[in-house]
């Protein structure tokens, strides 16, 4: 398998507009995770689905952001509009279960401008 | 969700045993320690977990003490490329609704000298 696959890793656009993030989790895992990561706050995880349902986005910073999966090879992160404070790098995240080996994507290098 | 303490940081000498503490006072029966890393901007990458067990792979090992409050990850012989940012995590692996739940704390950020 090729692990976890997000896309694009870079991307940069103007404030306002809408950027879609991906991800491909690793083929049979159960678990997908999205988080942000910034140099004030950390890795932050932001949502998390199971059998392509969502079980807690309360890391979801505001309704600008959303999250979907549906089916299980394919999730997108969107973010509209955009603002210059969602820079930052995401990452996705699969693992086969509650309690295996969580593998990670190259992540996404948002900048907003 | 049980949290966890690391320092913020550690030097250790090329070719040392690195030991890298962590503390999870509030740890419940049903959560997990798990040990992570993140080089430079990588995506992180899974090092070892256990329950209260040692535990060793190819990589590191994972001392848990027995009250489960605390752990301490070692790196056996520290190498320049093992300069990373290292996570403790605890993880519910059952019975919750935060089931497989997986939290970063800040992490040490660990430096290796030469």
């Known amino acids: 398998d090729a692990g976890v696959i997000q896309s694009p890793r870079h991307e940069v656009t103007e404030m306002g507009q809408e950027v879609t993030l991906r991800c491909k989790p690793i083929?049979?895992?159960?678990?997908l995770f999205w988080y942000r990561q910034t140099m004030m706050r950390g890795l932050e995880l932001l949502i998390y689905?199971?059998?392509?349902?969502?079980?807690?986005d309360s890391g979801m910073p505001e309704d600008r952001f959303s999250a979907k999966m549906p089916n299980a090879s394919f999730s997108t992160l969107k973010i509209q509009p955009s603002e210059p404070r969602d820079s930052a790098v995401y990452f996705c995240?699969?693992?086969?279960?509650?309690?295996?080996?969580?593998?990670f994507g190259q992540g996404t290098r948002l900048t907003v401008v | 969700d049980a949290k966890t303490t690391q320092p913020p940081s550690m030097d250790c000498a090329e070719g040392r045993a690195a030991n890298l503490p962590c503390n999870h006072s509030?740890?419940?029966?049903?959560?997990?320690v798990y040990w992570y890393r993140q080089i430079h901007s990588q995506g992180p990458q899974y090092i070892i977990h256990?329950?209260?067990n040692n535990e060793t792979n190819e990589m590191a090992s994972l001392i848990i003490t027995e009250d489960r409050k605390s752990s301490t990850l070692i790196l056996p012989h520290a190498t320049l490329r093992d300069t990373a940012v290292y996570y403790c995590?605890?993880?519910?692996?059952?019975?919750?609704?935060?089931?497989?739940?997986?939290?970063f704390g800040q992490g040490t950020t660990l430096q290796v000298k030469p």
């Open positions: 256990g329950l209260k």
């Open positions: 995590i605890v993880r519910v692996v059952a019975g919750s609704s935060n089931t497989g739940k997986l939290i």
């Open positions: 083929s049979g895992h159960d678990y």
């Open positions: 689905f199971n059998n392509n349902v969502p079980i807690d």
């Open positions: 995240a699969s693992t086969l279960d509650s309690w295996r080996v969580a593998f």
């Open positions: 509030t740890i419940s029966g049903n959560e997990y």
